[in-house]
């Protein structure tokens, strides 16, 4: 009857996730699934009740996360603020590459998530920070 029923359990349209390391990251890329642990978290802003009843509050965070290759800024927004504690050991999925200042931020927006995980066993190599790195846009004609 159904040829493929005992080959293919899984859902049809969804992959199985390739983890990614700090080091890797480029500019202008995005579908990144990463394992990264927390080193530090700032708030940047903090919006209460605006007029409207529909918007909610605006929370951003910077928080610097980093894996045993290197480090990067992370762009926490709202709910996602509150899972950034330093320490923690936290599963990026879809997480995409944004440029701020000619350097690379990471962010997970709507289509990604944030989960909290068991603590890491790696170290974190804080002296590549991916971050730091000044990008220049180039224009290249054919």
Request: net charge neutral; hydrophobic share 40%; with cysteine.
């Amino acid at each position: 009857m159904a040829a493929n029923s005992t080959e293919n359990k899984s859902k049809p349209g969804l992959r199985k996730p390739v983890f990614v390391k700090v080091e890797n990251l480029t500019p202008g890329t995005n579908g990144h699934t990463l394992i990264v642990m927390v080193l530090e978290s700032n708030t940047v802003l903090q919006k209460g009740r605006s007029v409207s009843p529909h918007l909610r509050n605006t929370r951003i965070a910077e928080c610097l996360v980093g894996d045993e290759t290197g480090t990067i800024l992370f762009t926490a927004r709202n709910d996602q603020v509150d899972l950034m504690k330093a320490g923690a050991t936290i599963i990026l999925r879809n997480a995409k590459i944004d440029m701020f200042k000619s350097t690379m931020r990471l962010a997970v927006d709507k289509w990604g998530r944030v989960e909290v995980t068991e603590p890491a066993a790696f170290e974190v190599k804080q002296g590549n920070n991916l971050s730091l790195v000044e990008y220049e846009l180039v224009n290249v004609e054919e």
